[in-house]
């Protein structure tokens, strides 16, 4: 079996719903309210699972995984690894999200590190 998942289409337009969909088409998406937030790899690719479908998650590899909250849905969140949530930054402008900038996920990495020294 692979131990990574198949990362299908971008879901973004479903808002909270479990973004499982076996067949990648509109007819296959999983109807449930999403319950949990996934980052499937150290880019930041990430979807969202109901309960039924996070068991189905935990087969494969992802990097962490919370219960949804009112973050997750945030433009420009951040990923809290070390607590296992999502949060908005206080100063919106300081987040590498802000300008729509495409390398974002490289300074989410590295602020993370200068903040560990």
Known sequence: ???FAPLG???AHRGQKCSYSPGDTDATDCPNGATWHIMWTTDG???LSCDPHMDTARRFVFVDSHRIAPDCAM????W???NQRCIYP???RNSP????RKDAANDLRRMA???TR
């Open 1 to 3: 079996m692979q131990p």
């Open 9 to 11: 289409r971008n879901l």
């Open 45 to 47: 690719d990430a979807g």
């Open 75 to 78: 433009p420009g969140a951040l």
């Open 80 to 82: 809290d690894v070390e």
């Open 90 to 92: 206080d100063e919106p």
């Open 97 to 100: 999200y802000a300008n729509g």
């Open 113 to 115: 590190v200068e903040e």
